[in-house]
């Protein structure tokens, strides 16, 4: 004899089949629903969102014209923010580490030996020790400012010459200088790096630098995300 058959389940937040992708879709509309919409609009998102446990079939129906049409004009900044919050969790899921937004200015010593000894095992640290007043400075600054939205897993510092607190080792002539860490392990010492670019020089030439050193991953995750928006804005 046959055991008898269960009842499908609500499906779990985390479940990754096409049934999981519409639930979770579903649920994320009813929780940013903006508090202007018509209750009967509200109502019909509440039971597109909540599956009742007395009906069998209700996570493989079709779905209904309403319900197509409801879902198609569902603004842009929505889906976006939808698909963002899916792109962060898969970042968790596969431990890409920690992110970074913005250049990360280091005001002493300590924060610098702390910046290096302490940052995550898999992060990768990019510091740029400069001098205020070189030209040179100022645009490898400009440069970090863009590479760190290129490379958010990428953790990018700067730091000026007399806070390091030895200033003696950092001289004008010798900057700007890139010393570049990974577990707390120097892997690049690049003083006077702006020797090895034009006059005028641009975040693309500082990436393809280190590239030749095999020094920044790969942007395929960024890629990845970039392409996503791209298709949502088509």
């Known amino acids: 004899m046959s055991a008898p058959i269960q009842e499908e389940q609500e499906l779990p937040s985390n479940y990754t089949g096409p049934k ?3 639930t979770d879709w579903r649920r ?15 109502e019909l998102l509440r039971q597109m969102s909540t599956p009742r446990e007395d009906d069998k079939d209700r996570a493989n129906r079709k779905m209904s014209v309403q319900e197509y049409e409801l879902l198609q ?5 929505s889906l976006k923010r939808y698909r ?24 002493s010593g300590e924060a610098f030996l702390e910046v290096i000894e302490k ?14 007043g070189i030209t040179e400075c100022e645009q490898m600054n400009s440069c970090l400012d863009c590479l ?4 958010p897993n990428v953790k ?5 010459a007399v806070a390091t607190g030895a200033a003696e080792r950092f001289s004008s002539d010798v900057l700007p200088a890139l010393l570049v860490y990974k577990a707390g392990e120097l892997l690049g010492n690049f003083v006077a790096v702006t020797k090895h670019f034009a006059e005028e020089f641009f975040a693309t ?18 890629a990845c995300v970039e392409s996503q928006e791209a298709e949502q804005v088509e």
């Open 73 to 77: 004009e569902e603004d842009e900044h």
């Open 84 to 107: 963002k919050q899916c792109m962060q969790e898969m970042h968790e899921r596969l431990s890409f580490g920690p992110q970074f937004e913005t250049v990360q200015e280091l005001e």
């Open 156 to 160: 990018f510092c700067r730091i000026d």
């Open 28 to 42: 994320f509309k009813l929780d940013s629903v903006d508090q202007t919409v018509p209750q009967k609009k509200k």
């Open 205 to 222: 030439d500082v990436e393809a630098f280190l590239n030749e050193y095999g020094l920044l991953p790969e942007k395929e995750f960024k």
């Open 20 to 22: 999981g992708v519409i």
């Open 148 to 151: 760190v939205v290129e490379y």
């Open 119 to 132: 940052e995550n095992q898999r992060t990768l640290v990019v510091v740029h020790v400069y001098q205020q």
